[in-house]
């Protein structure tokens, strides 16, 4: 599925763009003028990455520091153990678009239970 994030003169470089789905993805604009789109949420604990601190093809969560690898998800420093999902990003006409990883994400047992329709 392809989903429209924004116009790409909107995101400046250094910035990200979070799109409220479920779950939630952000489209990162790296200093070099890349972009990434990963899984918002931290694997570790609730934490929306958009919020966290990008520096170069790495985001650092702003909750316990974990870091992940925009390039491939990976983390790159604990307490997150499992790596966030990576999604395709396509620019057409100047908007950004992601297409969504039919990959499970990895979520933190909260947020999963919360989607899931359970208590969080």
Known sequence: MMIPACRLVDLPRGEAH??????????????????????DTCTHQ?????????????????????KFDLRTGAVDSPPAKLPVRTHEVVVEDGVIHVRLSAAAPNLPPCVAARLAGGSA
């Open 46 to 66: 609730d934490a929306s990455l958009a919020d966290g601190w990008l520096e170069g093809c790495e985001v650092e969560c702003p909750l316990h520091a974990s």
């Open 18 to 39: 979070r799109l409220d789905i479920d779950p939630p993805v952000s489209v990162f604009h790296t200093e070099d003028g890349e972009l990434f789109a990963i899984d």
